[in-house]
C-alpha cells in the first residue's frame, strides 16, 4: 500500500476536542472527590492518563495519544510522525507546528473515515505570516493567502452580465423574494402591476447600464419607468392606446438622460416587425390571465364582511373588449397566443440573454376549475419556444394580501394565493 505525503497544521481544535473529553471526566469524578477529600490535581491527571493523553503542559498545545505504535488519534486526524527518533508517548505538540506526517494507507485509515483526499490545506499566509487554511486547488491555496489578505484590493474580474458587486449578487439571489408594493396612480387605473421595486431589483441583475429592456406586454410603463431610473433603454408593446398613453406620461425625461424610451401600440406577437433580430439585451414582462378577469367576481373573497375589518377590493377590470386581446381569449387560444410571443421574444432577445415573466396561478371556480397550473403552463410554452428555464423565484405578497374564508364552511377547502412565480428563461447559443 502507498502511503500519501501530507503538510499538515495541526490546530487548537484537536487541543480542545481532547481537552473536553478530560475535563468531562473531571468534571464527573471531582464531585466526589469533595466527598473523600482527594487530591484534584491527582483527579486530573488521572483523567487525562484513562483517554490515553498525557495532560497538556500550556495554552495552545495538544496532547500525542499513549499508544503503543505513536498514532496520534483525533475525531478528525490519524497518522504518526515520521522522525525515527520520536518517542511512542512524546510531550505535548504545540499547535501552531507545521510539519511533515505521514497517513496510514488509505484502505486502511482513510477509507475507513470516508476521505480518500484533504478537504483543506493548512499554512502560513505568505503576506501575514498569520496561519491559516483554504480547500485545495483554490486560486487562494495557489496564492497561500489567509481570507483577509485574499480579500484585499478590487475585484479586476470582468463583470459579463451585470454591474453588481459580490455582496449585491448575492442578497439579490434569493429564491423567495417580497417587493415593497406601494402603487402609482397610473398602477391603480390598471389594477394588476407588479412592483416597481421588483423591476428595478430584475433589470439590475440581468443587464448594464446603457442596455436595452423590453416588455411585450409593458401596461402603464412599470417596466420602462424602472428602466430609466437605472439607466437602461426601454421598448414597450401595448395593445391598449389607453395604457399607452399612461406610460408615456413619465418616460418625458428619458432625453435629457440620454436614454431611448419607447412604446408601440400593436400586438405582441408581432414583436418581429418592429425590432431587429437580436436587438434586446433583457425580457420583463407579466402576461395578462385569459378569462380570469371576467370569471371572478369582485367581492367574493369578503363575503364574511361583517367580521372584516378589511374594506372589499375589487378585482381589475378586462382590458379591452378587442378579440385580439389575450385576455378575452379561451384558455387554450390564450396559451397558444403566449407561446407566439415567447417565439418572436427568442428572435429579438440577444444569445445568452434572459427573459423573466411574473405569473401567478389562479382558480376559475365559475368554469369549476378549482386550480389553473399557470406557472407550468407558461414554462411548457416558453420550452416550445426555444427557451431554457434556468431559475423559479417565488415573489411572497403575503404581506400585502389579507387572510379571507374561501370555501367556509363547505366541503371545499381552498388556501390563499399569496404568492406569484417569476420565471428565468434563457435564450442559450
Known amino acids: ?78 497518522c504518526r510522525s515520521v522522525k525515527p527518533d520520536e518517542p511512542k508517548q512524546s510531550e505535548c505538540i504545540r499547535a501552531s507546528f507545521t510539519g511533515v506526517i505521514e497517513m496510514r494507507p488509505a484502505t486502511e485509515a482513510l477509507q475507513r473515515r470516508g476521505v480518500t483526499t484533504p478537504k483543506r490545506q493548512f499554512f502560513p499566509c505568505s503576506s501575514c505570516q498569520t496561519d491559516t487554511d483554504a480547500p485545495p486547488l483554490t486560486q487562494r491555496a495557489q496564492l497561500r493567502l489567509c481570507r483577509k489578505c485574499f480579500g484585499k484590493g478590487k475585484d479586476h474580474r470582468p463583470r459579463e452580465l451585470n454591474d453588481l458587486t459580490g455582496a449585491q449578487w448575492a442578497r439579490y439571489s434569493k429564491s423567495v423574494e417580497s417587493y415593497p408594493d406601494t402603487r402609482t396612480e397610473k398602477q391603480r387605473a390598471h389594477g394588476a402591476c407588479f412592483p416597481k421595486s421588483l423591476a428595478l431589483q430584475q433589470i439590475e441583475i440581468f443587464t448594464k447600464r446603457g442596455e436595452t429592456v423590453l416588455d411585450p406586454f409593458v401596461g402603464v410603463g412599470t417596466t420602462l419607468d424602472a428602466a430609466m431610473e437605472s439607466g437602461r433603454n426601454g421598448i414597450g408593446i401595448e395593445l391598449n392606446p389607453k395604457f399607452a398613453r399612461l406610460a408615456r406620461r413619465d418616460l418625458k425625461h428619458a432625453n435629457k438622460l440620454s436614454l431611448s424610451q419607447m412604446i408601440i401600440i400593436d400586438d405582441a406577437r408581432n414583436l418581429t416587425a418592429h425590432l431587429q433580430e437580436a436587438s434586446i439585451d433583457f425580457i420583463l414582462t407579466s402576461p395578462p390571465y385569459s378569462t380570469l378577469l371576467k370569471s371572478v367576481r369582485g367581492n367574493f373573497a369578503y363575503k364574511w364582511r361583517e367580521h372584516s375589518t378589511i374594506d372589499p377590493v375589487a378585482n381589475p377590470r378586462p382590458y379591452s373588449c378587442r378579440r385580439e386581446d389575450l385576455g378575452n381569449m379561451p384558455y387554450p387560444d390564450f396559451l397558444a397566443a403566449i407561446e407566439a410571443v415567447m417565439k418572436a421574444s427568442l428572435i429579438v432577445l440577444r444569445p445568452e440573454s434572459y427573459a423573466v415573466w411574473v405569473v401567478k396561478d389562479y382558480r376559475n371556480l365559475k368554469d369549476k376549475v378549482p386550480y389553473v397550473n399557470f406557472h407550468s403552463d407558461v414554462t411548457l410554452a416558453a420550452s416550445r419556444a426555444g427557451f431554457v428555464l434556468w431559475d423559479m423565484r417565488i415573489y411572497d405578497q403575503t404581506k400585502f394580501r389579507p387572510l379571507v374564508c374561501l370555501g367556509f364552511p363547505s366541503r371545499n377547502f381552498y388556501i390563499n394565493m399569496g404568492h406569484s412565480f417569476l420565471l428565468t428563461f434563457k435564450k442559450t447559443a
Open 1 to 78: 500500500m502507498g502511503y500519501s505525503i501530507l503538510i499538515f497544521h495541526l490546530t487548537q481544535t484537536i487541543a480542545d476536542d481532547i481537552s473536553n473529553q478530560a475535563n468531562g471526566l473531571y468534571s464527573r469524578r471531582k464531585k466526589n472527590a469533595k466527598k473523600a477529600g482527594a487530591n484534584p490535581r491527582a483527579i486530573c491527571s488521572n483523567s487525562w492518563g484513562e483517554l490515553g493523553y498525557r495532560q497538556p503542559m500550556g495554552t495552545g498545545q495538544i496532547p500525542s495519544v499513549t499508544s503503543g505504535s505513536g498514532e496520534i488519534e483525533t475525531p478528525n486526524i490519524r
